[in-house]
């Protein structure tokens, strides 16, 4: 089982500033099929990034993804407030487990 | 418009059941695998359960195999959960996802006597 490790766990910003976000795998996540998704509180899990780097559709282009591997990064140029929610990194590689990090929260400072 | 709504949540004592599903509707169902994802309250998001597209291939997580059985009938778009011998560590809400782009709302299970 892949394990996905989500670095910080709460990143304490203001808006306008920058994010970067950590998720790290336990062994190389196939083809890049790694997502990353934003909630918030009372909220299903949107799509922000898939295959570590393309935008799903509508996603603004202040967010973005990199990485390769096991180590992926999602960054956020400027925060906006909407932008102040939890983020999950997920591996969906050639066969399941799809295995989730455990989230880090984005909060304003 | 892609649709996944998930019913069939609810209050259950333990060791009952419960069997959750999922409409799917705005895409070709039967051409799609599909998982089920719980997160428990203020915790992180679970990966439960995949079904293939027609059902050849099917995994669960440790945590509820041997309990919960995941299903699917494409001439119904639907996707189902049913789970069995269910604990306290199983309270969360359930949603139905099409990884990685489309998930449902949830439905809340709850088990507690």
């Known amino acids: 089982e892949i394990v996905l490790t989500q670095s910080p766990g709460t990143l304490s910003l203001s808006p306008g500033e920058r994010a970067t976000l950590s998720c790290r795998a336990s062994q190389s996540v196939s083809s890049s099929y790694l997502a990353w998704y934003q909630q918030k509180p009372g909220q299903a899990p949107r799509l922000l990034i898939y295959g570590a780097s393309s935008r799903a559709t509508g996603i603004p282009d202040r967010f973005s993804g990199s990485g390769s591997g096991t180590d992926f990064t999602l960054t956020i140029s400027r925060l906006e407030p909407e932008d102040f929610a939890v983020y999950y990194c997920q591996q969906y590689g050639s066969s399941p487990p799809y295995t989730f990090g455990q989230g880090t929260k984005v909060e304003i400072k | 418009e892609v649709q996944l709504v998930e019913s069939g949540g609810g209050l259950v004592k333990p060791g009952g059941s419960l069997r959750l599903s999922c409409a799917a509707s705005g895409f070709t169902f039967s051409s799609y695998s599909m998982n089920w994802v719980r997160q428990a309250p203020g915790k992180g998001l679970e990966w439960v359960s995949s079904i293939s597209s027609s059902s050849s291939y099917i995994y669960y997580a440790d945590s509820v195999k041997g309990r919960f059985t995941i299903s699917r009938d494409n001439a119904k778009n639907s996707l189902y959960l049913q789970m069995n011998s269910l604990r306290a560590e199983d309270t969360a809400v359930y949603y139905c996802?099409?990884?990685?782009?489309?998930w449902g709302q949830g439905t809340l299970v709850t088990v507690s006597s």
């Open positions: 996802a099409r990884t990685p782009d489309y």
